[in-house]
């Protein structure tokens, strides 16, 4: 399976909690595509599920190289396709548009359009970024992939339950992949009223059209940032990454921190009351304060999605697709 991230810069706003959970859930062989690493890829190298990644950065920035990626790839377990951070959303793009190609400048005369992990032997590579011509201006620029992941797990900041979302903060190119994908799920910090979105339609950047479902689950970006809600944990950003460099560090980790709980409460009670509270009192939480009379209390939510499940239930009993 083709699997997408959305984040805002490696730091911030990934759906980590959804990386998370495909490890607990087993799976493996993963073609990954992010625009930017984040410690969701570095997480899903480290523990062996990535079999191949594209993405136009690979740091963590401040916190240094991702040291499980780093391992995976080193090792020859993973193969890893660098573009840069502009071919990335163009890619996107072209998915979306249901275009062929993607004609560019980007990368053009670099290493990353002559080499490619996905065909070594092939130096300089002639179907990663294949030259074409200019029917206008005959001049000779490249052609890029388009991306069409399988599945695109987003973050995003508020979403109501039909599955519109606004993202607050370094959007990057999350409009596009929610486009791109053939299927899309928004993993929200908070869950809203859609009169939210009714005030601010155009703030709307994923609308419910192309979402196939709406999770709900506080801090699914820790120990990263989510811009308004609450600030990247950075002791467990290093404390992670240094685990990650090791497949003895990634076993333990994995142990206490992906496998351990069963639920959001324990999910949250790993983070701790006192380290949330902390990391909520970000001096961006103003932010949010035009749409917080909107936020559903959180047991509304939990009834929202058990009428949820007890529908889909429903329907596969009686042969109906979820």
Request: proline letters at 6%; glycine letters at 8%.
């Amino acid at each position: 399976m083709q699997y997408a991230g959305g984040a805002g810069l490696p730091v911030g706003a990934d759906a980590i909690a959804f990386g998370r959970e495909l490890l607990r859930q087993g799976r493996r062989g993963l073609h990954a595509v992010f625009h930017c690493n984040t410690q969701q890829t570095n997480l899903l190298a480290a523990a062996g599920a990535l079999d191949r990644l594209e993405c136009g950065f690979s740091g963590l920035e401040g916190f240094g190289f991702a040291n499980g990626l780093r391992r995976a790839v080193e090792s020859g377990q993973l193969l890893l396709e660098d573009y840069s951070n502009l071919a990335m959303p163009l890619r996107f793009l072209g998915g979306a548009l249901n275009w062929p190609f993607v004609p560019t400048t980007s990368c053009i005369g670099s290493d990353i359009q002559a080499v490619s992990a996905f065909a070594p032997d092939e130096v300089p590579a002639r179907s990663k970024i294949p030259a074409v011509r200019d029917p206008f201006g005959g001049r000779e620029i490249g052609a890029l992939s388009p991306l069409r992941p399988d599945l695109a797990a987003i973050h995003v900041t508020l979403a109501d339950p039909r599955g519109n979302g606004i993202v607050i903060g370094s959007e990057w190119s999350r409009f596009e992949l929610s486009r791109a994908a053939r299927r899309v799920v928004l993993v929200a910090d908070h869950i809203v009223d859609t009169d939210c979105m009714r005030q601010f339609p155009n703030l709307v950047r994923i609308p419910d059209v192309v979402v196939e479902a709406v999770v709900w689950w506080p801090f699914s970006a820790w120990p990263a940032a989510s811009p308004g809600v609450h600030d990247a944990d950075e002791a467990h950003m290093k404390l992670m990454n240094e685990a990650l460099a090791t497949a003895e560090g990634t076993e333990r980790y994995l142990a206490d921190y992906v496998y351990s709980y069963e639920d959001l409460s324990a999910y949250l009670a790993l983070i701790g009351d006192d380290n949330a509270r902390r990391l909520a009192d970000t001096a961006t939480a103003f932010l949010l304060d035009p749409y917080r009379q909107w936020f559903l209390p959180p047991e509304r939510v939990e009834a929202l999605t058990a009428a949820n499940a007890a529908s889909a239930s429903a329907g596969q009993a009686e042969g109906v697709p979820a």
